[in-house]
């Protein structure tokens, strides 16, 4: 089996400002692991080329990296009004207000692009909830609780879907043209938690679809040809975290990748 780090993106257009897609647990080694993150020297040892974090979500896997960040550098982070309530709502999140002008907040709306540079982005809202320790904070927003993004610049264009409850015809369009699509690979299959423990849920109660069946990602994306199509967020319990098993293979001869730590696509 291939051990997996939590899942965490970057993008950059131009090699040195990056952009962060979410902040993982463990960020502070994805960090170390990628030069391109590191201060630069005629920068300071205190700098830093992330200029800044987009949030697709409230979900502990995709913000407690933000606390990593807390060392009196300005920080920029993207999410939706509800998502930035939830993280003012918590007291330890106020690590990143140490100083004036620390944290800038940037709202942003489903459907409605916005630029990191020279990428434009347009957050595409997913059906989901928020997660279970914040559901109290959801009043009606729509749409804001989960996104998928679209990342497009000099004509390429990327998907990114790391949590995909479902498949529409929508989703198929887009991600037919794109260059990539990076799509959630979690679980192999339905019941793949609840067989290991009786008591926990379902992949699709809890806002992934799975991989294999007759109803999974890729049977459902099987007439999307065009992108290269690489699964990622992979849980622990997924066997094709092991390249020698029936499920690893299934997926490569259906042209699916399975991405690692430190992939990358340019």
């Known amino acids: 089996m291939s051990p997996r780090l939590q899942t965490q993106a970057a993008l950059s257009s131009d090699g040195r400002r990056w952009f962060l897609i979410n902040a993982s647990p463990d960020l502070r080694f994805q960090i170390e692991a990628n030069p391109e993150l590191h201060p630069s020297p ?6 830093t080329p992330i200029s800044g974090v987009v949030l697709t979500g409230a979900d502990l896997d ?3 990296g933000l606390l990593l960040l807390r060392e009196f550098q300005p920080l920029t982070v993207y999410a939706t009004s509800l998502v930035r309530r939830v993280l003012e709502s918590n007291s330890f999140f106020k690590m990143l207000l140490r100083v004036p002008n620390q944290l800038t907040w940037v709202e942003i709306t489903p459907n409605e692009p916005f630029l990191l ?3 434009t982005c347009t957050p595409i809202p997913l059906p989901g909830s ?10 009606g927003e729509n749409g804001q609780a989960s996104l998928g993004m679209l990342f497009e610049s000099d004509g390429r264009r ?3 879907t790391p949590s995909l409850p479902v498949v529409t015809d929508q989703w198929r369009a887009r991600y037919a043209l794109c260059d990539a699509i990076l799509v959630d690979g979690t ?4 019941d793949e938690l609840n067989r290991t423990h009786s008591d926990a849920p379902f992949a699709r109660q809890i806002g992934h679809l799975p991989i294999g069946g007759e109803d999974g990602a890729i049977a459902l994306l099987r007439t ?3 992108p290269r199509k690489v699964f990622v967020h992979i849980n622990n319990t997924n066997p094709v975290l092991d390249r020698k098993s029936a499920e690893y293979a299934f997926v490569r001869d259906a042209g699916w990748e399975v991405a690692s730590d430190g992939w990358r696509l340019n």
Request: no cysteine; hydrophobic share 40%; glycine share 4%.
């Open 62 to 64: 995709q913000i407690l």
């Open 224 to 226: 999307v040809t065009r």
């Open 158 to 160: 990327i998907a990114y």
């Open 42 to 47: 005629d920068q300071g040892a205190r700098s």
């Open 117 to 119: 540079d020279d990428v």
């Open 187 to 190: 679980f192999w299959s339905d």
């Open 130 to 139: 928020l997660p279970l320790y914040a559901r109290d904070f959801y009043t």
